[in-house]
């Protein structure tokens, strides 16, 4: 059984999802209310091993992320795991985009 198939059982899948609150209707961003790191980011305990939320959610949507690639948000929120605001990125480019935004002053920014 591969990784992917594990990640994706219906008790984890419901565990995720209580931690996730979809009521935002101005960016439709789905917010992770659980741990999240010092950026920000939502950061998801499964069979041991804590990921970001968003790489989780990503996987149970969308299909397996390889070791090298990273999870980006197009929203650029942080803490969200909407599969629709998910993209896979190289290393190199989440940091050029990070790098951008923080350039941006706070009421440019759409995240809370």
């Known amino acids: 059984m591969d990784k992917l198939t594990l990640f994706n059982t219906k008790k984890i899948k419901d565990r995720f999802l209580k931690k996730v609150d979809l009521s935002e209707t101005h960016t439709k961003c789905h917010i992770w ?5 010092k950026t920000g ?5 499964v069979m041991g091993k804590t990921i970001p ?4 959610s990503f996987m ?3 299909g397996e992320v390889a070791d090298h ?8 929120n942080p803490s969200c795991v ?13 940091v050029s985009y ?14 809370r």
């Open 33 to 37: 209310l659980a741990s999240k790191n």
């Open 41 to 45: 980011h939502g950061m998801f305990s």
């Open 53 to 56: 939320a968003s790489r989780y």
């Open 60 to 62: 149970m949507y969308k």
């Open 69 to 76: 690639e990273v999870v980006t948000q197009t929203c650029f």
């Open 82 to 94: 909407n599969p629709e605001h998910l993209e896979l990125s190289d290393k190199r480019r989440s």
């Open 98 to 111: 990070t790098h951008l935004r923080a350039h941006e002053t706070r009421e440019e920014r759409v995240w």
